[in-house]
């Protein structure tokens, strides 16, 4: 059972897979940086210095002043604002990856086309040999029909 698990996880397809969970968790990182460090305070500005992490309603009744002043008596909270924020967050997450996918899609190069081996008799359409001087099928010639 050792041997299998060892063959298993040294397939190409799972290191790869590996490399891009540990690539994918430090782009998250850097990601929610932008989101809460450089596009949330400009919203907040653009929006009347709103800070959406401190969005909430108090489900107890009570007004409490800030989100985590509700959190530290274990109030219950709709924090609707983390949820707008983690919203952005994702959608700057799927364009940039949209962005980084297009870009890998541009360098990489297209499969050379390969030449064609066969061809078509025009006069029984079977599928020939294309140096076939003569078709197999019909026994036509084909020497006078390629020009």
Do not use: R, W
Not at 75 to 81: D, I, L, M, Q, W
Not at 82 to 105: E, R, Y
Not at 119 to 134: Q, R, W
């Amino acid at each position: 059972m050792l041997k299998e698990f060892k063959e298993f996880a040294l397939k190409g397809n799972v290191i790869d897979m590996a490399v891009g969970v540990i690539i994918g968790g430090a782009f998250s990182t850097i990601v929610s940086s932008l989101v809460n460090d450089i596009f949330m305070p400009v919203l907040g500005l653009l929006t009347g210095k709103i800070n959406f992490s401190e969005l909430y309603i108090s489900l107890d009744g009570v007004d409490y002043p800030t989100l985590a002043d509700a959190k530290a008596v274990s109030a219950p909270v709709f924090a609707y604002g983390s949820f707008i924020q983690n919203v952005i967050q994702f959608l700057i997450l799927a364009f940039v990856v949209f962005l980084f996918m297009k870009v890998i899609n541009k360098l990489k190069k297209p499969a050379p086309v390969a030449a064609p081996t066969t061809k078509v008799c025009p006069y029984c359409k079977s599928e020939i040999h294309i140096d076939a001087v003569k078709c197999p099928h019909c026994a036509s010639d084909l020497e006078d029909t390629e020009q």
